[in-house]
């Protein structure tokens, strides 16, 4: 009894699955990039209107001085009125680029210990 020897591997089924798992990818990635599934949705008689979160600005002067919004307060105030600010609306921080990193640190510490997440960092671009 003589065995035989095989050279070559058979990749078609190979091939197969890499050509399925590439329009999984495809298709899913259109999503991803749109950002939504386009859906005709039904109508409805009742109108609830959704109410855009309000976010909160945080800027820091290169003098020192905190702002909420227009409304400048003291290092001390900040914790207190941020504690008023709901956590899932979103915060945004402004600091001026020749204010002192501490009054940027103070305010990420006051944000990390009361679990603050929803936050951007605003630049510009050049």
Do not use: C, W
Not at 30 to 59: A, H, N, R, W, Y
Not at 85 to 103: C, G, M, Q, R, V
Request: hydrophobic share 40%.
């Amino acid at each position: 009894m003589r065995r035989q020897k095989f050279d070559t591997i058979n990749v078609v089924p190979f091939i197969d699955i890499m050509l399925v798992l590439l329009v999984i990818v495809l298709t899913t990635a259109s999503f991803i990039q749109t950002g939504l599934i386009k859906l005709d949705l039904p109508t409805s008689s009742s109108k609830v209107e959704e109410k855009p979160k309000k976010e909160l600005k945080i800027s820091i002067k290169k003098s020192g001085e905190i702002f909420f919004d227009k409304e400048q307060i003291t290092k001390e105030e900040v914790e207190k009125r941020l504690l008023t600010h709901s956590k899932e609306s979103p915060i945004h921080l402004y600091s001026d680029k020749e204010a002192t990193f501490d009054n940027f640190v103070f305010i990420l510490d006051i944000l990390k210990k009361n679990e603050y997440e929803n936050l951007g960092i605003v630049t510009k671009n050049d």
